[in-house]
């Protein structure tokens, strides 16, 4: 998170020199306190962002650097998400124990363990990769890798990608995962700049961060995510690619051990000029997402992407998919 957090002040700094910048506070949040169990089970929306919060509406701290990921659809109301920073490589890695490197998955022993605590990752690469076992694990990523390296618990462990670079670990990926193997989360990859909604000095001060085809493909994931009310308790997973002014989505849901699946993608044209839009269209909110200087109907083209999507989904049995994996997760 600090690292993170360093990498957007770092861009604020360069963009206004005259501005001084404070990193004011670490905090510690729910997510990070609770470490023995897992993410799916702790059933609070704002695992990582509640504390955080808190303190932007206090006026303590200004705004706010996220994980994309992390934060919810929808925002709690008086806060929107003012930046979308350029997405690292989104794709999750592996990375394997000392002794397995140089492997891939499919060539790890039979009934090798592998680490991670994502619902989508297991329930994808337990379809694809029946012979090996999931485990849940917990921590940073400091602590993950710890875990991996000095016990001999686990063969693997899957990581995000992007995760791994920021902190400058990128030689500890054994294996990347296409989008084939493992459709990545909603969001994965790239940082968000939360702000207090009213606040159109900051709100234009950050603004300047957004990278135009991150945002637009951020929308259209968090819309699909939105509309079938997917969280952490749930394995939900998209791909995007922007090209040619064409927007594609592929959308999934999964069962908990990825034998039931629905998985569909459709495309949109996202190539709109941008207009001066004057007056109270300025500040609409987009899954939470406010981007003035990324063309409104790109934006809404973006965001329909991701229903239509998610509707497709839904008319052909999501729903009991996703209600079949939330109740077997609650009663784990």
Same mark, same amino acid.
């Given at each position: 998170? !600090?690292?993170?957090? %360093?990498? #957007? *002040?770092?861009? /604020?700094?360069? =963009?206004?020199?005259? $501005?001084?910048?404070?990193?004011?506070?670490?905090?510690?949040?729910?997510?990070?306190?609770?470490?023995?169990?897992?993410?799916?089970?702790?059933?609070?929306?704002?695992?990582?962002?509640?504390?955080?919060?808190?303190?932007?509406? !206090?006026?303590?701290? %200004?705004? #706010? *650097?996220?994980? /994309?990921?992390? =934060?919810?659809?929808? $925002?709690?109301?008086?806060?929107?998400?003012?930046?979308?920073?350029?997405?690292?490589?989104?794709?999750?890695?592996?990375?394997?124990?000392?002794?397995?490197?140089?492997?891939?998955?499919?060539?790890?022993?039979?009934?090798?363990?592998?680490?991670?605590?994502?619902?989508?990752?297991?329930?994808?690469?337990?379809?694809?990769?029946?012979?090996?076992?999931?485990?849940?694990?917990?921590?940073?990523?400091?602590?993950?890798?710890?875990?991996?390296?000095?016990?001999?618990?686990?063969?693997?462990?899957?990581?995000?990608?992007?995760?791994?670079?920021?902190?400058?670990?990128?030689?500890?990926?054994?294996?990347?995962?296409?989008?084939?193997?493992?459709?990545?989360?909603?969001?994965?990859?790239?940082?968000?700049?939360?702000?207090?909604?009213?606040?159109?000095?900051?709100?234009?001060?950050?603004?300047?961060?957004?990278?135009?085809?991150?945002?637009?493909?951020?929308?259209?994931?968090?819309?699909?995510?939105?509309?079938?009310?997917?969280?952490?308790?749930?394995?939900?997973?998209?791909?995007?690619?922007?090209?040619?002014?064409?927007?594609?989505?592929?959308?999934?849901?999964?069962?908990?051990?990825?034998?039931?699946?629905?998985?569909?993608?459709?495309?949109?044209?996202?190539?709109?000029?941008?207009?001066?839009?004057?007056?109270?269209?300025?500040?609409?909110?987009?899954?939470?997402?406010?981007?003035?200087?990324?063309?409104?109907?790109?934006?809404?083209?973006?965001?329909?992407?991701?229903?239509?999507?998610?509707?497709?989904?839904?008319?052909?049995?999501?729903?009991?998919?996703?209600?079949?994996?939330?109740?077997?997760?609650?009663?784990?």
């Amino acid at each position: 998170a !600090r690292i993170q957090t %360093d990498s #957007v *002040v770092e861009m /604020l700094r360069e =963009l206004y020199p005259a $501005l001084s910048f404070e990193i004011a506070v670490a905090m510690s949040t729910t997510g990070d306190k609770i470490l023995d169990t897992a993410l799916s089970k702790i059933g609070e929306k704002s695992l990582f962002t509640k504390e955080l919060e808190n303190a932007l509406e !206090r006026n303590e701290v %200004d705004l #706010v *650097v996220h994980s /994309l990921k992390d =934060l919810p659809t929808s $925002l709690p109301p008086g806060f929107t998400i003012g930046a979308v920073c350029k997405r690292e490589n989104p794709l999750d890695a592996v990375v394997f124990h000392p002794k397995s490197c140089g492997k891939t998955l499919s060539l790890l022993p039979e009934k090798s363990v592998i680490g991670t605590s994502s619902l989508r990752r297991a329930a994808q690469l337990k379809k694809k990769f029946p012979q090996l076992e999931f485990r849940d694990i917990r921590g940073n990523l400091n602590t993950r890798l710890k875990k991996l390296d000095e016990k001999e618990d686990f063969s693997a462990i899957i990581l995000a990608a992007a995760g791994l670079k920021r902190m400058g670990w990128e030689n500890r990926i054994g294996q990347l995962l296409s989008p084939e193997d493992c459709l990545y989360a909603v969001g994965q990859g790239a940082l968000a700049v939360e702000v207090r909604a009213k606040d159109q000095e900051i709100l234009n001060m950050v603004s300047a961060l957004h990278d135009a085809d991150t945002v637009l493909r951020c929308i259209a994931e968090r819309a699909f995510m939105k509309r079938l009310e997917g969280g952490c308790s749930v394995p939900v997973a998209v791909n995007t690619v922007l090209k040619d002014g064409q927007l594609y989505l592929t959308g999934a849901v999964y069962s908990l051990d990825g034998s039931d699946s629905l998985k569909e993608t459709m495309q949109t044209s996202v190539h709109y000029p941008q207009q001066n839009e004057d007056g109270p269209n300025d500040d609409v909110q987009r899954v939470g997402i406010t981007a003035k200087n990324v063309p409104a109907q790109a934006q809404e083209a973006a965001e329909n992407l991701g229903v239509r999507v998610a509707s497709l989904l839904l008319s052909k049995g999501a729903k009991h998919i996703l209600s079949v994996a939330r109740q077997l997760n609650d009663a784990h």
